[in-house]
Nanobody, 126 residues
């Protein structure tokens, strides 16, 4: 059974930083693109960032470009999201997601991901 477990969320003041991690039990992790999404209360889940299987390609939502950085460690089967200069609008539950292996894409929509974590809460106070 595939498990994705997020950690690192919490409460931070505006302008602060957090680093989210996602540990995956996925055996094909090193050939799967990984994504981060977030969902604020009353809103749809939205794309934040994604990284290709090798880490050579990354994509970001316009709202986080220049502030967030996605990275991965295939040996440890983990993916990280470094979040700097946090804003109150970044408050949401953040989810890690895994695409099917060898898809060759770096996906930005929820429907393109096969596996999801339970999420970790990020709250940014003003």
């Amino acid at each position: 059974q595939v498990q994705l477990v997020e950690s690192g969320g919490g409460l931070v003041q505006a302008g602060g930083s957090l680093r989210l991690s996602c540990a995956a039990s996925l055996r094909t992790f090193s050939t799967s693109s990984m994504g981060w999404f977030r969902q604020a209360p009353g809103k749809e889940r939205e794309f934040v960032a994604a990284i290709g299987w090798s880490g050579g390609r990354t994509l970001y939502a316009d709202s986080v470009k220049g502030r967030f950085t996605v990275s991965r460690d295939n040996a440890k089967r983990t993916v990280h999201l470094q979040m700097n200069s946090l804003k109150p609008d970044d408050t949401a539950v953040y989810y890690c997601a895994a695409d099917r292996p060898l898809s060759g894409r770096v996906a930005v929509t929820t429907s393109e991901y096969d596996y999801w974590g339970q999420g970790t809460q990020v709250t940014v106070s003003s």
